[in-house]
């Protein structure tokens, strides 16, 4: 049985992604910012296809695990392969959350919360600043 392939880990300095990403991604993706409810490019986007790391390009997350949560951010229920996606306690804000990660390159992605629908119960509660859409063919 084949392994899966991890990607090799992307590092770049902070001039590098300020370069890379606009003042906003930047923001959200290296400085754990958030987008407002409501305004993200992709908070009710239905088209089908693959939201990427804006980061890094690494897919992240399929349209057919996306739902309408309600909270005003592109929500799914999983990612596309967990490996990618790396959580950590964040305390931030006055309250316990789990913050979720490009495992790529870092990024701040968002936070999972266990809301979600089935199959897995979560709900992976993602800023729009901090992917890209390629949409299916």
Known sequence: MDKPVTPEKVVK???????????????????????????????????PGIYRCVGCGTALFASDTKFDAGCGWPSYFEPLDPALVREERDVSHGMVRTEVMCNVCDSHLGHVFPDGPPPTGLRYCINSLSMTFEPAE
């Open 13 to 47: 300095s902070d001039a590098e992604w300020r370069a890379q990403l606009s003042p906003e991604e930047f923001f959200v993706a290296r400085e754990k910012g958030t987008e407002r409810a409501f305004t993200g490019r992709y908070w009710d986007t239905t088209t």
